[in-house]
């Protein structure tokens, strides 16, 4: 992908502060594009007519079964046609009149409040960073930060006196969000047993003493699930989903929610009402006269 169109539209990205995480996916997505157009001979101006982006359409989606896969494709594309048009190397946008399929929509998948407990239980005994990674389980659940914005933190970053982090989520933007006393107490004991630091240090540390990076802590998490016994795949965003439908669960309101996960629209955090059973199904046990639950 050196020197390509792609390449530089990566670049740009990047300078956006786009995500590791993110800048990987597109890259990827990126470089199948960079391959259709060698063996099609085409150019990326060729490529964005009409005809050709919907026989590319029918490629990826016949290679790929799962639907959001194929949504998630199309929106590079979208965003990478976008910076053409900008640079003068298309003239028309060519997604305009070209009918996309709707995105399906999966429910969050997140651990039960005694799995979440197992969990951080295990992450605080096991291993050869305990203190660590006591410190990091506690915080991405206590706030729901996403893996990017956990392994981004400095220690500047985090208020223990008035119980906050700020957070660096997606687009630039900065947020406050509350941490739990117990997460309070794990940063501390691991800030105790660190080595000299100051406000710009990373918050967390890999073995080799430089920042832990989102593929670590994909890494660690894999390997804590493993030790507790857990019969799934857990991710850092499960502990994430975890944490938005436990508060729900316990009566958090959607807007305040909302602004804690960092979501610019509301709609993308109503998903967590579909999977808020166990408090729909106690205001049901509570409330309906010919109910006996709760009562």
């Known amino acids: 992908m050196e020197n390509t169109l792609s390449a530089r539209f990566v670049l740009h990205l ?35 007519l009409h005809k050709n982006l919907r026989a590319y359409l ?55 409040e005694a799995e979440t407990g197992r969990l951080l239980d295990t992450a605080a005994n096991q291993g050869k960073m305990p203190a660590r990674d006591k410190a990091l389980f506690e915080l991405i659940y206590s706030s729901g930060l996403r893996r990017s914005e956990v392994t981004g933190l400095s220690i500047s970053d985090i208020d223990l006196n008035l119980g906050v982090v700020r957070v660096m989520g997606k687009g630039s933007k900065e947020r406050l969000v ?8 794990a940063v501390k004991g691991y800030l105790a047993a660190r080595p ?24 660690l998490i894999k390997n804590i699930t493993i030790k507790a016994n857990l019969a799934r ?41 579909h999977v808020s059973l ?8 509570d409330s309906h006269p010919r109910s006996t639950e709760g009562k």
């Not at 439908?245 to 955090?269: F, I, P, V, W, Y």
């Open 278 to 285: 166990e408090r729909l199904k106690k205001v049901y046990g």
């Open 196 to 219: 000299a630091y100051d406000g710009k240090s990373p918050l967390f540390l890999n073995r080799l003493g430089g920042r832990l990076t989102g593929d670590g802590l994909a890494y």
């Open 178 to 185: 509350p941490i739990t006393d117990a997460a309070i107490d």
């Open 233 to 273: 795949r857990v991710t850092p965003h499960s502990l994430r989903h975890s944490f938005a439908t436990h508060m729900l669960n316990n009566g958090c309101d959607l807007r305040s929610l909302q602004e804690m996960l960092g979501h610019k629209s509301l709609a993308a955090t109503q998903v967590y009402t």
């Open 14 to 48: 990047q300078s956006k502060n786009f995500s590791p995480h993110t800048l990987r996916a597109y890259g990827a997505d990126l470089a199948e594009v960079d391959a259709y157009l060698a063996a099609q001979k085409l150019a990326p101006e060729q490529f964005f």
């Open 58 to 112: 029918a490629l990826i989606t016949e290679k790929n079964s799962k639907k959001n896969t194929v949504l998630r494709k199309i929106s590079v594309l979208r965003s990478f046609a976008k910076y053409l048009l900008k640079q003068g190397i298309i003239q028309i946008n060519p997604f305009k009149l070209l009918p996309l399929p709707k995105r399906e929509r999966l429910l969050p998948k997140f651990l039960t």
